[in-house]
């Protein structure tokens, strides 16, 4: 959806018309940490568990979170957390802290 804008700012193209489906990133997008954090931002209440494989798929890629902005990353991982939290899988919203705090974000939930 190329030129549609969401409160994040222009939706990433995987997205489809709700802004809520993620569809197929490119590995460029899964290093993009800007898409990465819109991506994130637009699913994080709606497809937990896709957030969460979301995160996965980037960090396998290698997507450096620590480029973002502090408020921009502490505002992403608190989604994150909240994701992992929320599809069950708290070992891996420990894991989500870890990077937060390695990243030099300090998360508050």
């Known amino acids: 959806l190329s030129g549609a804008d969401g409160p994040a700012g222009p939706m990433p193209r995987s997205f489809d018309e709700s802004g ?19 991506a994130t931002l637009q699913l994080k209440s709606v497809q937990v568990q896709r957030t969460v494989e979301l995160y996965k798929n980037a960090m396998k890629v290698g997507l450096d ?5 502090p408020n921009k990353g502490e505002e ?32 508050r939930l």
């Not at 809520?20 to 819109?38: G, I, N, S, Y």
């Not at 979170?65 to 902005?69: A, E, I, R």
């Open 20 to 38: 809520q489906e993620f569809k197929h990133p490119t590995m460029q997008q899964l290093r993009d940490e800007e898409w990465f954090a819109r």
């Open 65 to 69: 979170l620590s480029q973002l902005p």
């Open 76 to 107: 992403v991982f608190v989604a994150l957390v909240t994701a992992a939290i929320r599809a069950n899988q708290p070992m891996e919203a420990l894991e989500m802290l870890k990077v937060s705090r390695s990243c030099g974000f300090r998360v």
